[in-house]
């Protein structure tokens, strides 16, 4: 079992950043990839970007050029930096760690970020 928490999320102006974090309760030495992912209200989940555990990323087109993944594998965390906020990136944003095998998916309860315009 694997609990993951997110922090970082907040209140910002348009234009702003803000940087969420989530950490994993221990280390994953299956092939796996951890995803962020974004809620709106009255929408559905949205997926926003990807890191596999070698490094290689992936973004939404509507995050491409302003956020950017990573992760720190010895410390078990992954991070979305969120620069150039628009108010249509507020939403509940979830961290999401796919293991491939066994296949399996855990999922962090998630941070707040609200954009004011």
């Known amino acids: 079992q694997v609990q993951l928490e997110e922090s970082g999320g907040g209140l910002v102006q348009a234009g702003g950043s803000l940087r969420l974090s989530c950490a994993a309760s221990?280390?994953?030495?299956?092939?796996?990839?951890m995803n962020w992912y974004r809620q709106a209200p009255g929408n559905q989940r949205e997926w926003v970007a990807g890191?596999?555990?070698?490094?290689?990323?992936n973004y939404a087109d509507s995050v491409k050029g302003r956020f950017t993944i990573s992760r720190d594998n010895a410390e078990n965390t992954m991070y979305l930096e969120m620069n150039n906020l628009k108010p249509e990136d507020t939403a509940v944003y979830s961290c999401?760690?796919?293991?491939?095998?066994?296949?399996?998916?855990?999922w962090g309860q998630g941070t707040q970020v609200t954009v004011s315009s």
């Open positions: 999401n760690l796919h293991v491939v095998s066994p296949y399996v998916d855990y």
């Open positions: 890191i596999t555990n070698n490094g290689r990323t």
């Open positions: 221990r280390r994953i030495f299956s092939i796996n990839t």
